[in-house]
Nanobody
Framework: VQPVESGGGLVQAGGSLRLSCDAS????????MYWYRQAPGKQRELVAS???????NYGDSVKGRFTITRDNAKKTSYLQMNSLKPEDTAVYYC?????????????WGQGTLVTVSS
């Protein structure tokens, strides 16, 4: 079972999109939820992360434009993306983990494509 992303699509520069990650099918208790992205020809990079208790981290390129939230009861995470730029074009992946289980638990979604036109 994997997290399932949704909400990707085509948007003009300056626009907004909201991505959702449904991790309710995961059998383990989730500690952190993450959003990563991978643009064509580039390495996958961390966009944002949020722990169960609410500690948040953002990649430098999205600070001030993207906001991560989560609903712990529903095992869902959201990524609100504002002021989108063409360089935000990428496949966006959701990840959920719990490093405290034995063995460690880690699950990735299949990704959702975000395309920002100039």
């Amino acid at each position: 079972v994997q997290p399932v992303e949704s909400g990707g699509g085509l948007v003009q520069a300056g626009g907004s999109l909201r991505l959702s990650c449904d991790a309710s099918g995961l059998s383990f208790s989730i500690n952190s939820m993450y959003w990563y992205r991978q643009a064509p020809g580039k390495q996958r990079e961390l966009v944002a992360s949020m722990t169960y208790v609410g500690f948040i981290n953002y990649g430098d390129s999205v600070k001030g434009r993207f906001t991560i939230t989560r609903d712990n009861a529903k095992k869902t995470s959201y990524l609100q993306m504002n002021s989108l730029k063409p360089e935000d074009t990428a496949v966006y992946y959701c990840r959920a983990d719990n490093p405290y289980t034995i063995p460690k638990s880690d699950a990735w979604g299949q990704g959702t494509l975000v395309t920002v036109s100039s």
